[in-house]
């Protein structure tokens, strides 16, 4: 190999990702896509030859990666949250008005606007340049881990286009795809005699979550970012439109429609101009986000739980049809919410044919009025289930009815609850409820709670399917014989899987509380409960009185543990669990008022070496600490073991304790005395 042939690779790899630049980011293309092919097909054919040159961030490797059996699960180290919605000028008008008392300003506030695409959120993590994660969504804290597909769309850098780079930037945007780029796809479906796709977010969303990365690379798929969630080694500059033109500057497509607009009134006028335009574009939008420009008012406005206070989403007026509600029926979800769904006149509402829509809750169905026969309108728009909106009261009649909540549970026939102040109605079955099961199952076997290691979902799913199990008690009566039987398990594993749920049995009252999944009743409230109570039955037989004199448990949370061991079907597994052996030491009142950590807040990241962190979390609980996910100015300590990541660097910005797992034990051991 000389050195010629390096330079030239090199030489071939910077120009095509140079002319991926100017045709992806600046849409501004200087040469043809034939001399393009032709750059492309010299740099495949010198890597032929010289395999060992080949780097994972050339632009020949968007293709490669094996395919997946599932997703990774990623979590966000900044959450991805969503915004809230405006669709009147009136709310658009509170909107400034908010941000204008909450800021203490008199004058004009500085937007930035841009259309809000209907496509796939996603998070880009570039480390020193590189590529290094792209993940979903998900809940808003985690998503799945999406690396090998987004490396596959041409408008994402695989390294970035600039000689000065962050050490780490993350970079949220949406990925989607244009109209002839649909239209190109379902050519290509229609070919193949495959299934058409029914618009472009469902063909994005399709085609980014193929565990084949092969099968996105042959998507017609591109990206636009929207928003920095994380940066490194650089300044952040500091509105959002300049950093908006950063990650322009490093190689990732922003939309062209970005404006900075001052005041309220220059935003209506932009939401006329972009609404005019919609049809025209060459993708599809359902909206305009607004956001502060300045980034020091951004962070002085904050957020509430689930979105920033400093955006907003105007969304365009939804597509809508009429038909007529044939039925409403109740489905159970995982976590045992009960869920009206209208059963429709099947409709054509945006290019799909809808049967079923969302009636949310039976609060919207009492405010909407809404009853069986009648005609509804629906819309769908950028969801992807549609939504009952009204009753056409004129074509009513008079024997129409009003949908009722079953009492009971249309799958396991538990009662039907619902606690005061809430919206949601939900079956009080949980450790028998078909519905919940797999999710019962899940979280009794998770580390945090009865910990059987091995028991994953495919297992349970599998379980579930032959009826092997109904409930969590069942995990125990199960034998090697059923175990080995199923897919994907030698006889070696099936024993192992039966010594873990043997090992289980010894555990201590605040997981087994834990594990029981009773709604909001997580490991600090377990804890609660068992250094309260002490006696398991003590709690099973507790009023609600007696439950609110325990720490961090208020009327909900109270009312949830009545209602629950109130089933006579879930006393029945708790006793067949106690019945298998499962069983813990005794907590002795003296321990139970030991909390010399009490008010204190800590960290754990990292691996350390003699726990893990549940254990070493444990631990800190037991002592009356808190156990955070994230530093800031209230933590007490970090503790850092081995590759701790970015949680220490923000530990050391803002002078919080970082104590090394020596200093931990330390710690343990001198308020255990």
């Known amino acids: 190999m000389t050195q010629g042939v390096l330079q030239k690779i090199e030489q071939l790899r910077a120009e095509i990702n140079e002319h991926n630049y100017r045709y992806y980011v600046l ?19 010198l890597e032929e030859q010289h395999p060992e040159l080949i780097t994972d961030d050339s632009p020949t490797q968007r293709v490669g990666a094996a395919a997946a059996s599932q997703f990774e699960t990623v979590q966000h180290e900044v959450p991805m949250l969503s915004l809230d919605n405006a669709f009147t000028k009136d709310e658009l008008l509170a909107f400034d008005k908010r941000l204008k008392d909450l800021l203490e300003v008199q004058g004009d506030l500085e937007y930035n606007a841009e259309p809000k695409l209907d496509g796939l959120a996603v998070s880009l993590l570039y480390r020193e340049g590189k590529l290094i994660r792209g993940a979903t969504r998900g809940d808003g804290k985690s998503g799945e881990n999406i690396t090998a597909n987004v490396r596959t769309i041409p408008a994402i850098p695989l390294r970035l286009n600039s000689e000065k780079v962050p050490q780490l930037i993350e970079v949220r945007g949406e990925v989607y795809m244009t109209h002839v780029g649909f239209q190109k796809l379902n050519e290509m479906q229609r070919k193949k005699e495959a299934k058409e796709f029914a618009n472009p977010r469902n063909a994005a969303a399709g085609s980014l979550r193929q565990l084949d990365p092969k099968i996105t690379a042959s998507r017609p798929l591109t990206f636009c970012s929207y928003a920095i969630a994380q940066l490194e080694g650089m300044e952040l500059p500091s509105t959002q439109f300049e950093q908006m033109q950063l990650v322009k500057t490093l190689g990732l497509p922003i939309s062209p429609y970005i404006e900075k607009l001052i005041g309220i009134e220059p935003c209506f006028d932009y939401l006329q101009r972009i609404g005019e335009r919609r049809e025209k574009l060459p993708f599809d939008i359902d909206g305009v986000v607004f956001k502060l420009n300045d980034a020091e008012q951004q962070r002085r406005a904050g957020f509430v739980s689930r979105a920033p206070r400093w955006a907003i989403a105007w969304k365009f007026p939804a597509q809508e049809v009429m038909t007529r509600l044939l039925d409403v029926e109740f489905q159970v979800g995982r976590t045992g919410t009960l869920t009206p769904v209208a059963r429709l006149e099947p409709v054509e ?44 009261l004129k074509f009513r009649k008079p024997d129409f009815k009003k949908p009722v909540m079953p009492s009971h549970c249309p799958v396991c026939h538990s009662e039907v609850v619902r606690i005061d102040g809430q919206a949601a109605y939900r079956c009080t079955g949980g450790l028998v409820c078909a519905a919940q099961r797999k999710e019962a199952i899940k979280h009794f076997a998770s580390r945090k709670a009865m910990d059987i290691d091995g028991l994953g979902d495919k297992i349970i799913e599998q ?14 009566s199960l034998t090697l014989e059923q175990i080995a039987s199923l897919e994907r398990m030698a006889e070696k594993s099936a024993q192992n899987l039966l010594e873990a749920m043997e090992k289980s049995k010894q555990t201590t009252l605040p997981r087994f509380i834990y594990a029981l999944g009773i709604r909001e009743v997580g490991e600090a409230t377990a ?59 005794e907590i002795e009142a003296a321990d139970a008022n030991a909390q010399p950590l009490a008010g204190k807040t800590y960290v754990v990241t990292g691996t350390l070496e003699n726990y893990t962190r549940t254990e070493a979390k444990e631990l800190l609980t037991s002592m009356g600490a808190k156990v955070s996910s994230s530093v800031s100015g209230k ?9 701790p990541g970015s949680k220490v660097e923000k530990a050391q910005k803002l002078g919080v304790e970082i104590l090394d797992e020596q200093a931990f034990e330390q710690l343990v051991n001198n308020h255990a005395q």
């Open 463 to 476: 379980l579930i399917e032959r009826e092997l199990v109904h409930s969590v008690a069942d995990l125990y």
């Open 349 to 392: 509402v945006g290019g799909v044919v809808v049967s079923n829509a969302t009636l949310h809750n039976m609060d919207e169905i009492e405010r909407k009025d809404i009853r069986i026969g009648d005609t509804v309108i629906v819309r769908r728009a950028g969801d992807v289930i549609p939504e009952v909106v009204s009753a056409v």
């Open 527 to 585: 804890l609660a409960l068992a250094n309260y109570f002490r006696d398991f039955r003590a709690l099973q037989s507790a009023d609600e009185e007696s439950l609110m004199q325990v720490e961090d448990v208020g009327p909900v949370v109270a009312e949830n543990i009545v209602h629950f061991f109130a089933q006579k079907e879930n006393d029945k597994v708790i006793d067949a669990l106690l019945a298998a052996g499962i069983h813990w030491p």
């Open 27 to 45: 849409d501004d293309p200087q040469v043809t896509d034939l001399y393009y092919d032709q750059l492309m097909r010299e740099l495949q054919a």
């Open 635 to 643: 933590t007490t300590a970090v503790i850092a073991g081995d590759k």
